[in-house]
């Protein structure tokens, strides 16, 4: 059974980068199976898909937030990261790890499968 | 992009309940919906895949259905353990975009 372990920072300051790990284990990011994945979720607001990564470093990012996000991914530790740029209190949330399953074909794309347990972010000052 | 619209946005209902959650797309997303169950403080769980497909362990008093732009979850007898807040995410784009979610509470 995977299990995903979000870890970083609590606490960020506005304008500076915010920081994230997932931690996989019970299977391997190499495998090819999956894209590794981040979803935000604001205090009391809804869900919103920020990116993921597949294991070959190729990339797919939200367009709302494409021109501040960077995920990167180690196969080595069995890790992938979330950087997000000029940070402001719009992107405290509770920041989740995911594993989304892969399809080969054109076009194709599936839900998230499997989360981590999820680490709250707070943007202040 | 693709938004995705639930309705209700609560709902208050009784244990053993028929309960059923709306959720409509602004395009043709064909069978590409999920569903999620989030409970406070935890992780959201996928329930419903290409619409009605269960994910494995889910209750059977859970259904999905629909296709193209309105879909419904359905949950045949409300338990106690049912009361929780219900998402829908379309995956026809690589942007997989969620509903704003429906709060089941107790009636």
């Known amino acids: 059974q995977v299990q995903l372990q979000e870890s970083g920072p609590g606490l960020v300051k506005p304008s500076q980068t915010l920081s994230l790990t997932c931690t996989v284990s019970?299977?391997?990011?190499?495998?090819?199976?999956?894209?590794w994945s981040w979803v935000r979720q604001p205090p009391g607001k809804g869900l919103e898909w920020i990116g993921y990564?597949?294991?070959?470093?190729?990339?797919y990012y939200s367009p709302s937030l494409k021109s501040r996000v960077t995920i990167s991914v180690d196969t080595s530790k069995n890790q992938f990261s979330l950087k997000l740029s000029s940070v402001t209190a719009a992107d405290t949330a509770v920041y989740y790890c995911a594993r989304v399953p892969y399809c080969s074909a054109a076009s194709c794309y599936r839900p998230f499968d499997s989360w981590g347990q999820g680490t709250l972010v707070t943007v202040s000052s | 992009d693709i938004q995705m619209t639930q309705s209700p946005s609560t709902l208050s209902a009784s244990v053993g309940d028929r309960v059923t959650i709306t959720c409509r797309a602004s395009q043709n997303i064909n069978s590409w919906l999920a569903w999620y169950q989030q409970k406070p403080g935890k992780a959201p769980k996928l329930l419903i895949y290409d619409a009605s497909s269960f994910e494995s362990g889910v209750p059977s008093r859970f259904s999905g259905s629909g296709s193209g732009t309105e879909f419904t979850l359905t949950i045949s007898s409300l338990q106690p353990d049912d009361f929780a807040t219900y998402y829908c995410?379309?995956?026809?784009?690589?942007?997989?975009?969620f509903g704003q979610g429906t709060k089941v509470e107790i009636k």
């Open positions: 990564i597949y294991y070959t470093g190729s990339t």
């Open positions: 019970g299977g391997s990011i190499s495998s090819g199976d999956y894209y």
């Open positions: 995410q379309q995956y026809k784009s690589y942007w997989g975009t």
